[in-house]
């Protein structure tokens, strides 16, 4: 395997892979469409690539137009207030394709989104032909490994879900030619300009990017350089081409690294504490280099090239002398591919996610090729090796087959069967034009597993796209068009009711399109501090990437966080679950369901339930911004339950000992009251939550409120809100023999209660081994459950397969309500897996009295006021009659500065997450400015890139010059 640098002038093949990617691009996308289906994923692309891009296209419009103006670096739509630098850096900033946005109008960016997609994936045909042409291939081979790059599971899934990773896939060809210039003795700038863009476009995949080049440096040195390298040369060019990259890229990456370092990711737990993947992720892994539809249920290892790929192994290590490049690269990869341990490393220490599986598809593309270039001169030898290795490939697949039936394996298994027939005729030379034959196998092969993976009928991800129209639907009914006429003043707040989807089948979690501030957001890095405080006051919905959510519809932390407005669909989840002081504010028109269960006494339509959006209003929303003297330690605070530390926010501020000096001790008697439970099984025995012991599924759990009957009891827990503090959660699931037996004694028992009842015992042994195999079972996921009138509120501990969204659960608090009167004196409680688990909970009543009700009125009276909100600036006045702590709900930052009457002083961190300074008395004048933290230190170091990068192009050109 020898890469050429001599220049080619024959550029027909870029026409025939034109031709052939419209072809591919149509079994790609065009079924989509063909279905009604658009080109947008109803999860990430519509909460974040889409219209992030058509927020960074407005701001960079402006960027462009006036030049010198000081621009947004701090975003309020953003969530509760984010760096919109670091989120721009990540998305968009190095995307090259996101630039051209600016060729359509506004009205057309939808569109130009989903062109974009196809753009992107043309391209990476384009740089894999580019690659291809640096060997002797001829023409036809060069496009058929094209459509082996393109078409796989990776990016029959990411091109849609995740445009950018698509970039990948013309990166990392450009970044393998460029490094062998390097090691040939050639130039080292091309190596430069690829690692700056690869830095650029985006810090995460820049580190795939990163070690997957390490990689083929280091093997390539080991398989053909070893012995004839100028390594003096070689390394500095190297050096050369990385300092010259990094300090071009610094504008980005520093900042990018600080958001990093400060964000919910830091410190996630290693590979999602997987030592070894389930087994069914061994069984199944065979399968998937051929058919890799289960992507998510893979850990990302879902290959899914076609059919010829296996082929194409083989002859690698039929010649491994000649290709030892490949063959080594892919023994490793299969080895990396068996311990999540590298997963995780390759995903930036965090879980166990085959992302990195990205750098696989250059060399299996390329065996393809070698083995198409070569198809007339195998030997008979040669082809019943190929044929003896696919027939056992076929066998374990099989085997695989019988634990899951996989209709989709039909087709890449009468391809690969195809195929290797082909080779065959070749040999015997029985067919003319072969290379017309492979080819068009190929294609149909691609196109199969396109159409399949495409059509809206046979996979979650392709039936989650949104059909044609609703993007733009959707973001003008994000509340049901009840958004019209309400202020967009950054002052307050809006959120939806947990689980309530306004918009049927739709989470929506970002908030870009109405100019409203939702307190939801979803973004790879969220601030450190916001996930902490969501953390510490056990917010059973927080994930890294979405930190908050609508915190469970907690009555004091949605007023703390200036929470104005609700919207919920009245036949939605938690429908009725309003959090205190809401109170019905305006609704769209009634519709009615017919079909749906109604009121039995209904004589006339008016008796109906109707169907409405419905916002609610609150007039005990806490300012943005308020002064207060009343204050808690953090040693105090943290001695604190998770209800008492969210009724404390109404009570003082919590701050460091020095911020809180001389500030009067908050008075946090009565905010909350223990009710005495107990849980009770159907079996009418009382269970210990220490030692609650599932073993059949059908037996459920009540949590029972003994004193609630009592009057001065139900007196006592008048306006309240329920909580359930679960401060400990400890299950240990049954092994996969206790699990099978507890299955079949639980069906002896219940077939004892039908005369003549008899199980198969072998089959439903085989049956619940089978499920528990395919699952993963025995895993560390289950669910806690309590349902009331409200709705059901659950724990949830992820399976380790989620990926980014997995995180060990020990504790979390569900909020079961709010009731003005009648506390209610029993819940469903329900343990969904068996096993044994550990609980140590308390039942809290949160009072949200006469007391609350007075410390919500004092902070509004002590709001900031005449706030002025200018760019990455907020200002405001306030006249205190003694010391205290200016708090607030914006999110804490190094990047804040605050004035006070001029002069800079210090900020603190204020109730675990939020910006705030301490205050003397008197009248005074509030500014707080906020800078992109190293953005500074990162130009000055790009500029000084610029400095180096000039001397030396001066060198380089000097260098040359010299007679040789």
């Avoid at 990476?124 to 796989?152: E, P």
């Avoid at 109405?514 to 501090?529: C, R």
């Avoid at 990926?803 to 979390?812: A, C, E, P, Y």
Wanted: aromatic residues 14%; glycine residues 6%; positive net charge.
């Amino acid at each position: 395997m020898e890469f050429t640098f001599k220049k080619q002038r024959n550029y027909r093949v870029y026409l025939f892979y034109t031709a052939v990617f419209i072809l591919i691009a149509l079994t790609m996308y065009g079924t989509y469409l063909f279905t009604g289906n658009s080109l947008i994923w109803n999860k990430d692309p519509l909460n974040q690539h889409l219209p992030l891009l058509a927020e960074y296209r407005k701001e960079l419009g402006t960027f462009i137009q006036h030049p010198f103006k000081t621009h947004p670096m701090w975003s309020w739509k953003m969530g509760l207030g984010a760096d919109t630098f670091s989120i721009f850096s990540y998305y968009t900033i190095g995307d090259v394709f996101t630039y051209l946005a600016f060729l359509f109008p506004v009205t057309k960016l939808v569109m130009a989104y989903q062109l974009m997609i196809i753009l992107r994936l043309y391209c990476a045909g384009l740089a894999f032909i580019w690659f291809a042409r640096h060997f002797q291939l001829k023409d036809w081979v060069m496009v058929a490994g094209s459509v082996v790059y393109l078409v796989n599971s990776y990016l029959l899934y990411a091109s849609l879900a995740q445009p950018f990773f698509t970039t990948t896939f013309i990166l990392f060809p450009i970044l393998v030619v460029q490094t062998e210039r390097v090691l040939k003795g050639g130039s080292w700038w091309p190596l430069a300009g690829a690692f700056f863009w690869m830095l650029v476009n985006n810090y995460y995949l820049a580190y795939v990017l990163g070690l997957g080049t390490i990689i083929f440096l280091v093997l390539r040195i080991a398989t053909h350089y070893r012995h004839r390298l100028d390594w003096g040369v070689t390394i500095l060019k190297l050096a050369l081409a990385t300092i010259t990259s990094l300090l071009l890229s610094a504008v980005l990456l520093i900042p990018e690294i600080i958001t990093v370092m400060h964000s919910t990711r830091a410190g996630s737990l290693f590979a999602n504490g997987l030592k070894t993947y389930p087994a069914y992720y061994y069984l199944f892994l065979p399968k998937s280099l051929i058919n890799g539809g289960q992507w998510s249920f893979m850990f990302w290892s879902a290959l899914g090239i076609v059919s010829i790929g296996f082929l194409g192994i083989v002859y690698i290590y039929l010649n491994v002398r000649r290709y030892p490049l490949i063959a080594v690269a892919l023994v490793l990869a299969f080895v990396m591919l068996l311990i999540p341990a590298v997963g995780a490393f390759f995903n930036g220490m965090m879980a166990a996610s085959n992302r990195w599986t990205l750098l696989i598809y250059s060399p299996l593309s390329m065996a393809v090729c070698f083995l198409l270039q070569n198809a007339g001169d195998l030997s008979r030898h040669q082809l019943l090796i190929m044929t003896w290795v696919t027939i056992g490939y076929l066998l374990v697949v099989l085997i695989s087959y019988f634990f899951k039936n996989d209709p989709a394996l039909f087709v890449p298994v009468i391809c690969l069967l195809g195929s290797l027939l082909i080779l065959w005729l070749l040999h015997s030379q029985v067919i003319v034009h072969p290379a017309r034959w492979l080819m068009a196998l190929l294609l149909a092969n691609a196109g199969f597993n396109a159409i399949y993976a495409a059509f809206p009928y046979n996979g979650d991800f392709a039936s989650a796209m949104l059909t044609k129209g609703q993007y733009q639907a959707i973001t003008k009914q994000r509340y049901g068009g009840l958004d019209q006429g309400l202020s967009k003043s950054p002052t307050y707040r809006v959120s939806t009711i947990s689980q309530n989807e306004i918009i049927p089948d739709i989470l929506n979690d970002n908030d870009l399109s109405t100019g409203l501030h939702n307190i939801d957001s979803y973004y790879s890095l969220q601030n450190q501090y916001l996930g902490d405080f969501s953390r510490s006051l056990q917010n059973t919905q927080y994930q890294a990437n979405v930190p908050l959510r609508q915190v469970d519809d907690r009555s004091v932390w949605l007023n703390f966080l200036g929470v104005r407005y609700l919207f919920v669909q009245s036949n939605g989840d938690n429908a009725l679950k309003w959090p205190q002081g809401y109170f019905l504010d305006q609704s769209t028109e009634p519709q009615y369901d017919y079909d749906a269960p109604q009121p039995s006494n209904a004589t006339q339509k008016t008796d109906l339930t109707p169907i409405q959006t419905n916002r609610l209003k609150t007039n005990q929303a806490f300012p943005l911004i308020y002064w207060q003297d009343q204050a808690i330690s953090k040693h105090r605070y943290q001695k604190l339950s998770p209800t008492e530390k969210e009724r404390a926010l109404a009570s003082g501020v919590v701050a460091d000992n020095q911020a809180i000096k001389g500030l009067t001790n908050a008075n946090l008697k009565g905010n909350v009251i223990k009710v005495k439970s107990q849980i009770i099984s159907n079996r009418f025995n009382v269970i210990n939550p220490h030692h609650l012991q599932l073993l059949d599924a059908d037996e459920t759990y009540k949590l029972v409120f003994p004193d609630v009957a009592k009057k001065a009891v139900k007196k006592q827990l008048r306006q309240t809100e329920l909580h359930v503090e679960f401060a400990s959660i400890k299950y240990h699931p049954l092994t996969l023999k206790e699990q099978l037996k507890a299955e079949i004694d639980h069906l002896h028992q219940t077939a004892q209660f039908n005369p003549g009842g008899m199980i198969n015992h072998w089959s439903a042994y085989y049956k619940y081994w089978r499920y528990h195999l395919i699952n993963g079972s025995p895993d560390m996921s289950y669910s806690l459950q309590i349902k009331s009138k409200y709705g059901t509120e659950k724990i949830t501990q992820p399976k380790q397969s989620v990926l980014s969204f997995f995180k060990v659960v020990k504790n979390g608090t569900m909020n079961i309500g709010y009731f003005e009167k009648d506390f209610p004196q029993q819940l469903t409680f329900i343990p969904t897996k068996l096993g044994t688990y550990d609980l140590k909970y308390q039942v809290v009543a949160e009072k949200l009295g006469t007391k609350y009700q007075k410390e919500v009125k004092t902070i509004q009276n002590h709001r900031l006021k005449n706030l002025k909100f200018e760019t990455n600036q907020i200002s405001g006045e306030i006249t205190t009659p003694r010391v205290g702590i200016l708090t607030s709900s914006i999110p804490y930052s190094s990047g804040w500065e605050a004035k006070v009457d001029g002069k800079v002083v210090k900020t603190i961190r204020t109730n675990q997450a939020f910006l705030g300074v301490r205050l003397p008395a008197g009248h005074h004048r509030i500014v707080f400015t906020y800078h992109v933290p190293g953005l500074r230190i990162g130009v000055i170091i790009s500029l000084f890139g610029l400095l180096w990068t000039f001397l030396m192009a001066v060198i380089t050109w000097l260098v040359r010059r010299q007679p040789k």
